[in-house]
């Protein structure tokens, strides 16, 4: 089994920043993606960001040029560096992993940004 834990929400004002951690702990074994998703009041939740072993870093179209996803391997730990947000960036962030057919999730941090 595999535990995901978030960390590194709360509320920022608009152009701030926050960094988001997954810590990833349990029977990882080979991580084929891992990645950060969102889930607005009301809407479906969204993919912001991945690491694949195939295609490195992506992310969605909304967040190019001010997220970056990196990971520290040692400690098993993916981050989601956020800049310049925006009100619309608001959302509980979720962190995926995907690893030998079976997909992970935490329970997710909550990002608010006020205008």
């Not at 152009?15 to 990882?28: P, T, V």
């Not at 190019?64 to 990196?70: E, V």
């Not at 995926?96 to 940004?113: A, D, E, H, I």
């Amino acid at each position: 089994q595999v535990q995901l834990v978030e960390s590194g929400g709360g509320l920022v004002q608009a152009g701030g920043s926050l960094r988001l951690s997954c810590a990833a702990s349990g029977n990882i074994g080979s991580i084929n993606a891992i990645g950060w998703y969102r889930q607005a009041p009301g809407k479906q939740r969204d993919w912001v960001a991945g690491l694949t072993s195939g295609s490195g870093r992506n992310y969605a179209d909304s967040v190019k040029g001010r997220f970056t996803i990196s990971i520290d391997n040692a400690k098993n730990t993916v981050y989601l560096q956020m800049n310049s947000l925006k009100p619309e960036d608001t959302a509980v962030y979720y962190c995926n992993l995907y690893s030998r057919g079976n997909n992970y999730w935490g329970k997710g941090t909550l990002v608010t940004v006020s205008s």
